[in-house]
């Protein structure tokens, strides 16, 4: 009997004990958790924070679980599942719980003809709070545009505190969030631009098109592994080898995928992880495949990349337990 268990679930009604993490991400990798607790409300999160502190327990907070790679080993301490709902309309803005799902808030922004998420739908279980942890984006958008506040909760002082756009620090697949692992994200004010409803829909659709067609959503994946880095080629030999690291350079990013794919590791298989045939900055998971797996292809993928073109691929996926 697991006596931590006991004692937790009289201070947080509903938390479990050995909770097979792959089934709470989209790349169905990952051990147990020691313990599991959804927290609905900030309340619950307050007390989910104050046993963590009770009991010197290592926290990991859940969000939508569509950008880890969880050990097969799980995590050894509480997972907290951030479940705190709610929508509210105010003009152009959307008041937003940290567990909404971006896909559903670009359709109901739609709906009401603001614009400003199109860009999110197609990525699978995504939830604002893990989104703007890591500053996600897409087509060109960023979820900053839409970001007015975001409320967190400081797990040092239990103290809530609204921080402005500006304070969010948004920067290349950052934010003072992922910076700063204390806080955790409640709610967000999202500002948004007024459209024509079926203008948005016409986006949302060509975005939708664009990821079925260019994307291995048959197999489940976190997305993208490695960060695009915003860096310049400007080795003579690799510009004149690959005349189209000039337009890259013109850009200020270089996709991970190209730079993977170039190194002659697309389709590469280590167990059942596999860098994807159709985008090569996706290693899917074709069936029972185990984070050790995934981590040698990282491991392969960035000492390639590092020899080949002497860039330091940086990890967009998030690793959990390890
Ligand atoms: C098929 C596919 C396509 C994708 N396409 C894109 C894309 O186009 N653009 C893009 O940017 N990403 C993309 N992703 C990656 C992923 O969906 C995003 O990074 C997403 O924003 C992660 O949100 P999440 O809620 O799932 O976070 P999780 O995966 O649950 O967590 C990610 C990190 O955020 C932290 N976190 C989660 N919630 C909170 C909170 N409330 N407070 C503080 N910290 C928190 C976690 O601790 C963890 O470190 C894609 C993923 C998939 C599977």
């Known amino acids: 009997m697991d006596k931590i268990l006991e004692k937790l679930k009289q201070e947080l009604p509903g938390v479990e004990g050995n909770v097979v993490l792959k089934n709470y991400t989209t790349y169905k990798i990952g051990g147990p958790a020691k313990y599991f607790f959804v927290v609905k409300t900030t309340e619950d999160l307050i007390k989910a924070i104050k046993a963590v ?14 950008n880890l790679l969880i050990s097969d080993k799980g995590f050894k301490g509480i997972v907290i599942k951030i479940d705190i709902l709610g929508v509210e309309l105010a003009g152009t803005k ?14 109901c ?13 197609g990525i699978p279980g995504a939830a604002i709070g893990g989104s ?6 897409g087509f060109g958008t960023k979820i900053s545009s839409v970001v007015e506040s975001v409320w967190a909760l400081d797990s040092h002082n239990l ?42 829909k ?8 664009y990821r079925r ?6 197999f489940p994946s976190p997305g993208s592994t490695f960060v695009n880095p915003e860096k310049k080629i400007t080795n003579k030999k690799l510009l004149e080898k690959y005349p189209e690291l000039k337009d890259f350079n013109e850009k200020g990013i270089i996709p991970a995928g190209y730079l993977i794919a170039k190194c002659g590791l697309t389709g590469k298989k280590i167990g059942n992880a596999q860098i994807s045939e159709k985008h090569s900055n996706f290693i899917s998971n074709v069936g029972g ?28 996926v998030q690793l959990v337990g390890m």
């Open 159 to 200: 103290k809530l505190k609204n921080y402005t756009n500006k304070e969010c620090q948004f920067s290349l697949k950052n934010s003072i969030f992922k910076k700063n692992k204390k806080l955790i994200i409640v709610s967000a004010v999202l500002n948004f631009k007024k459209d024509d409803p079926e203008e948005i």
């Open 202 to 209: 016409k986006k949302i659709k060509e975005f939708l098109d």
């Open 94 to 107: 959307l008041i937003v719980g940290a567990g909404e799902k971006l896909a559903k808030l670009s359709y």
């Open 132 to 137: 703007i942890y890591g500053h996600a984006q």
């Open 53 to 66: 502190k009770q009991f010197k327990l290592p926290y990991f907070i859940l969000g939508g679980g569509s």
């Open 109 to 121: 922004a739609a709906d009401v003809g603001l614009s400003g998420l199109e860009w999110s739908t």
């Open 289 to 316: 495949a185990k984070a050790k797996d995934v981590l040698a292809l990282i491991k392969l993928a960035k000492e390639k990349v590092k020899k080949n073109f002497g860039i330091l691929l940086e990890l967009e």
């Open 213 to 218: 067609l260019h994307h291995p959503i048959k």
